[in-house]
């Protein structure tokens, strides 16, 4: 927001009434401004009278159409989730987290914000962030460590079906081919030349006291823009860098945005899988957002037809014609027009950008509609984005049946509740570090295995759905298996809304157990092989993912018994598994002979 009051451009980002949207998330950086107090105000903080002029911006344009689903802040971030009224019954579960990645991985002037939800049987979770400034190869490292710590501070469990990730990533565009895994290597010579070994282990991030600090004593006056602050050049660097800001202008004119996301930082760090695996980044097709002159905007040409018989004609003349979208034309037939609209301290930069991740058997039910700049924002150096979105929300246990009679011979497989598989072969390597150099470092792992939704897994006899753990072992074999069993036998249901979690740990006899990383396996793709090969075991070699990088592979295999005896009674039944749970739980709660088993979850 450019530490500005919002204006009726704010609208251009929130629309009018909510236009045709259910949700609308909104995450904001420099979101706080100078306010002149009246004498009642006196005892009202800047901050809160921010806060109060943001929520009051907001409800003009959305009126009371929507609710507040929630309210997230730390220093100038914001985060707003608004759902309209008619989703007030479907939205449940709503929960905040914020991490902080400023000075010392304390001040509030970097880190992330999450809001997460339920909309209807869906999990998703919307994650704001504002990263490191500047240029360079050391910076976009530190960019990609600070979306490691958000994502280590505010995604404490794998069950999201889907994540947006969003904000000022300040990813800039770059023609330095040095990148962040060329300085691991200088470093490394460096340390091989002095003849000090230094030990690169991974340690996991985890939020602390302090990353939880309040930012009600910061002064927000004093935090100053790292981007404004200018960094001295030798006139060689500054001849090399008017040959690439003209570069980029002359991209920007020919609005060649497939050359400009060549040089995007952020592209080049997902395609190498330093940062956000699993993530897909949304492609501009606009000019960068950054470092742009403030109050001024460029106009979309497709905007300056007017409605009027002549203006009518001449959009239908170049319907078919190859035009630009925004008017960026030459002046004086040397310097661009472009320039005008950048600050020539930074090279321009897609630095405001979303993306989002979703588990496999929900990719195709969260969809990109559009992907656009707010030109008409003009408070900021930044241009804002919106994305628009179309999610199909899933039904959970509501749409996976108790016992399914078209599944009782499926594909010369007998299906029933009491079919057993097992989880054998196990095995893991190139596993992170994460105990201390202390003590040995290395890691001490161990597997478990569990399920989305939970209720669908159910343990043999010995209870456990995990192995042992292997001490100091980077590589392990684990000689154990896993055996388990399913709620139901609905296959079609288990394929649309289920999931395997393989999770590896590092077992602590101190502290707490360490997650190392996570694989996911959709239901589908296993009950799918088992139809193509007639019930073979179904093989699995992935990657385990933890804060969005790959801590290591996992693989094994998925063994499923051939015969099965079905249960008695059962298969008559036409219900859905949520209402057979709820069914037991209610049954258990009224048996007396039950009273001791624990807690009952709804």
Same mark, same amino acid.
């Given at each position: 927001?450019?530490?500005?009051?919002?204006?009726?451009?704010?609208?251009?980002?929130?629309?009018?009434?909510?236009?045709?949207?259910?949700?609308?998330?909104?995450?904001?950086?420099?979101?706080?401004?100078?306010?002149?107090?009246?004498?009642? /105000?006196?005892?009202?903080?800047?901050?809160?009278?921010?806060?109060?002029?943001?929520?009051?911006?907001?409800?003009?344009?959305?009126?009371?159409?929507?609710?507040?689903?929630?309210?997230?802040?730390?220093?100038?971030? @914001? @985060?707003?989730?608004?759902?309209?009224?008619?989703?007030?019954?479907?939205?449940?579960?709503?929960?905040?987290? +914020?991490?902080?990645?400023?000075?010392? =991985?304390?001040?509030?002037?970097?880190?992330?914000?999450?809001?997460?939800?339920?909309?209807?049987? #869906?999990?998703? +979770?919307?994650?704001?962030?504002?990263?490191?400034?500047?240029?360079? &190869? $050391?910076?976009?490292?530190?960019?990609?460590?600070?979306?490691?710590?958000?994502?280590?501070?505010?995604?404490?469990?794998?069950?999201?079906?889907?994540?947006?990730?969003?904000?000022?990533?300040?990813?800039?565009?770059?023609?330095?081919?040095?990148?962040? *895994?060329?300085?691991?290597?200088?470093?490394?010579?460096?340390?091989?030349?002095?003849?000090? !070994?230094?030990?690169?282990?991974?340690?996991?991030?985890?939020?602390?006291?302090?990353?939880? +600090?309040? *930012?009600? $004593?910061?002064?927000?006056?004093?935090?100053?823009?790292?981007?404004?602050?200018?960094?001295?050049?030798?006139? &060689?660097?500054?001849?090399?860098?008017?040959?690439?800001?003209?570069?980029?202008?002359?991209?920007?004119?020919?609005?060649?945005?497939?050359?400009?996301?060549?040089?995007?930082?952020? #592209?080049?760090?997902?395609?190498?899988?330093?940062?956000?695996?699993?993530?897909? *980044?949304?492609?501009? /097709?606009?000019?960068?957002?950054?470092?742009?002159?403030?109050?001024?905007?460029?106009?979309?040409?497709?905007?300056?037809?007017?409605?009027?018989?002549?203006?009518?004609? *001449?959009?239908?003349?170049? &319907?078919?014609?190859?035009?630009? #979208?925004? $008017?960026?034309?030459?002046?004086?037939?040397?310097?661009?027009?472009?320039?005008?609209?950048?600050?020539?301290?930074?090279?321009?930069?897609?630095?405001?950008?979303?993306?989002?991740?979703?588990?496999?058997?929900?990719?195709?039910?969260?969809?990109?509609?559009?992907?656009?700049?707010?030109?008409?924002?003009?408070?900021?150096?930044?241009?804002? !984005?919106?994305?628009?979105?179309?999610?199909?929300?899933?039904?959970?246990? =509501?749409?996976?049946?108790?016992?399914?009679?078209?599944?009782?011979?499926?594909?010369?497989?007998?299906?029933?509740?009491?079919?057993?598989?097992?989880?054998?072969?196990?095995?893991?390597?190139?596993?992170? /570090?994460?105990?201390?150099?202390?003590?040995?470092?290395?890691?001490?792992?161990?597997?478990?295995?569990?399920?989305?939704?939970?209720?669908?897994?159910?343990?043999?006899?010995?209870?456990?759905?995990?192995?042992?753990?292997?001490?100091?072992?980077?590589?392990?074999?684990?000689?154990?298996?896993?055996?388990?069993?399913?709620?139901?036998?609905?296959?079609?249901?288990?394929?649309?809304?289920?999931?395997?979690?393989?999770?590896?740990?590092?077992? $602590?006899?101190?502290?707490?157990?360490?997650?190392?990383?996570? &694989?996911?396996?959709?239901?589908?793709?296993?009950? @799918?092989?088992?139809?193509?090969?007639?019930?073979?075991?179904?093989?699995?070699?992935?990657?385990?993912? @933890?804060?969005?990088?790959?801590?290591?592979?996992?693989?094994?295999?998925?063994?499923?018994?051939?015969?099965?005896?079905?249960?008695?009674?059962?298969?008559?039944?036409?219900?859905?598994?949520?209402?057979?749970?709820?069914?037991?739980?209610?049954?258990?709660?009224?048996?007396?002979?039950?009273?001791?088993?624990?807690?009952?979850?709804?």
């Amino acid at each position: 927001m450019g530490n500005a009051p919002p204006e009726r451009s704010f609208e251009q980002m929130v629309p009018i009434r909510g236009g045709e949207y259910d949700v609308i998330a909104l995450g904001l950086q420099e979101a706080t401004w100078s306010v002149k107090k009246t004498k009642e /105000e006196s005892e009202t903080s800047a901050e809160a009278q921010c806060v109060r002029q943001l929520l009051a911006a907001v409800k003009d344009i959305l009126d009371d159409d929507f609710f507040m689903v929630a309210h997230n802040k730390r220093g100038q971030m @914001q @985060q707003l989730v608004y759902g309209r009224q008619s989703m007030k019954s479907r939205i449940s579960k709503v929960e905040k987290i +914020a991490e902080n990645t400023g000075f010392f =991985h304390v001040f509030p002037n970097k880190g992330g914000l999450r809001v997460s939800m339920m909309v209807d049987s #869906t999990n998703i +979770a919307f994650i704001s962030c504002h990263l490191t400034a500047h240029e360079g &190869a $050391d910076k976009c490292s530190m960019r990609n460590s600070s979306v490691e710590e958000i994502l280590g501070g505010v995604m404490t469990t794998n069950d999201m079906h889907h994540i947006l990730f969003m904000g000022d990533m300040n990813y800039r565009c770059t023609f330095d081919k040095k990148t962040p *895994a060329d300085l691991v290597i200088e470093k490394q010579r460096r340390a091989s030349d002095t003849g000090k !070994v230094e030990v690169a282990a991974k340690a996991p991030t985890k939020s602390g006291p302090a990353s939880n +600090a309040s *930012a009600s $004593d910061v002064d927000l006056d004093s935090i100053v823009d790292e981007d404004d602050i200018e960094e001295p050049m030798p006139q &060689a660097d500054k001849m090399k860098r008017e040959m690439e800001m003209q570069q980029i202008y002359g991209m920007i004119t020919e609005e060649n945005w497939d050359a400009l996301i060549d040089l995007d930082e952020l #592209t080049r760090e997902l395609k190498d899988e330093r940062v956000l695996v699993g993530y897909t *980044a949304y492609k501009p /097709e606009f000019p960068p957002t950054f470092k742009r002159i403030r109050c001024k905007a460029i106009s979309r040409l497709n905007e300056r037809i007017e409605e009027t018989p002549l203006g009518n004609a *001449a959009e239908k003349a170049t &319907a078919n014609a190859p035009t630009k #979208t925004f $008017d960026l034309d030459m002046e004086g037939g040397e310097e661009s027009l472009t320039s005008s609209f950048y600050d020539k301290k930074r090279l321009p930069s897609y630095t405001d950008r979303i993306l989002s991740t979703s588990l496999p058997a929900f990719k195709g039910k969260l969809t990109c509609d559009s992907f656009t700049s707010c030109e008409d924002v003009i408070t900021s150096d930044h241009k804002p !984005v919106i994305g628009k979105f179309t999610l199909q929300t899933t039904r959970g246990l =509501h749409d996976i049946m108790a016992y399914s009679l078209s599944n009782t011979n499926h594909f010369e497989l007998h299906y029933t509740t009491n079919t057993q598989f097992r989880l054998k072969n196990l095995s893991a390597r190139n596993l992170s /570090e994460m105990d201390s150099q202390l003590f040995g470092g290395g890691s001490d792992p161990y597997l478990v295995l569990s399920a989305d939704p939970a209720d669908i897994l159910i343990p043999s006899s010995n209870g456990k759905l995990k192995t042992k753990a292997i001490t100091h072992d980077l590589n392990p074999k684990w000689t154990d298996n896993i055996d388990f069993r399913l709620a139901t036998n609905d296959i079609a249901g288990l394929s649309r809304n289920a999931h395997f979690f393989l999770t590896v740990w590092d077992y $602590d006899v101190t502290n707490e157990d360490d997650l190392i990383g996570t &694989a996911v396996i959709p239901l589908g793709d296993v009950f @799918q092989h088992y139809a193509d090969t007639c019930g073979k075991d179904y093989h699995f070699s992935m990657n385990l993912i @933890q804060h969005g990088l790959i801590q290591g592979q996992v693989e094994g295999d998925i063994e499923v018994s051939s015969s099965s005896r079905e249960v008695v009674g059962r298969k008559h039944k036409n219900i859905t598994l949520y209402e057979d749970l709820a069914n037991k739980r209610e049954n258990a709660a009224m048996d007396p002979n039950s009273a001791g088993c624990g807690c009952i979850v709804s």
